[in-house]
């Protein structure tokens, strides 16, 4: 089992930054590839990015590439979203992932644990 708990969601103003954090527990996490997710009200959940565990390489939904940054700190078992130039858009609740797996990130079904979730509201 992994436990997952997200923070650093809030209210912020269009352009503004954030950094949400994702501590882990339980299992290895440094042998978890992890992912960010993202759903607004009466919308589907939206793939964010993504970072594998082996070769920390990262990818990222297209709505965010050049705004969202993801990043790990194995020693803390931590995984960090930082986010820029925050849109109204952006608005929704965060949600982090792990899974062993290094392939299909962008697939909710790929994640077998999740964290419930941080708040973001960005306002105009």
């Known amino acids: 089992q992994v436990q997952l708990v997200e923070s650093g969601g809030g209210l912020v103003q269009a352009g503004d930054s954030l950094r949400l954090s994702c501590a882990a527990s339980?299992?290895?996490?440094?042998?978890?590839?992890a992912g960010w997710f993202r759903q607004a009200p009466g919308k589907e959940r939206e793939f964010v990015g993504a970072?594998?565990?082996?070769?920390?390489?990262?990818y990222y939904g297209d709505p965010v590439k050049g705004r969202f940054t993801i990043s790990r700190d194995n020693a803390k078992n931590t995984v960090y979203l930082q986010i820029n130039s925050l849109k109204p858009e952006d608005t929704a609740v965060y949600y982090c992932?792990?899974?062993?797996?290094?392939?299909?990130?962008?697939?909710?079904?790929?994640?077998?644990?999740w964290g419930q979730g941080t708040q973001v509201t960005v306002s105009s």
């Open positions: 992932a792990t899974t062993a797996q290094v392939i299909r990130l962008g697939v909710l079904s790929t994640y077998a644990y």
């Open positions: 339980g299992r290895t996490f440094s042998r978890y590839s």
């Open positions: 970072i594998r565990w082996d070769v920390g390489s990262t």
